[in-house]
């Protein structure tokens, strides 16, 4: 063989194992990282809890500043039954109450202003049209 010829060879072995090799690297992609647990402040939980935990002094100040009246009455309210009263008939339906737009639907004030400028531009649209179509009956002849 000649010298031109065995250089293009090695060429094309040398481009055959750059090739193979990149093949082999997508196969076999790197293996993920491996993250280390590090050991980190409080978790917000954590802090919400440790700022809502109150000290038995704050507690006993609490405690003292609420009047007795006070939390007997929130201990009533709390026991108390509620009653629903009846309707006044056995098929009756309840009404809302009124609130002053019982007045009934309607169109916006100004749509029939917008309806006449419609209507207007609709029969522009439609002259220009037959004058376009008359147009081309023209140009056919």
Known sequence: MTDKLEDEL???RARVAELEARVEARANPPAPPKFEAVASGPTTTELAMSRASLSREAIARTVEAVPDAEVRGILRDGRATQNLRPLAEANARPRPA????EAPLSPPPGISLIDRQLDVQDAKDRAERIMQHARMKALEK
């Open 98 to 101: 009124a609130t002053g737009w």
């Open 10 to 12: 090695a060429a094309l």
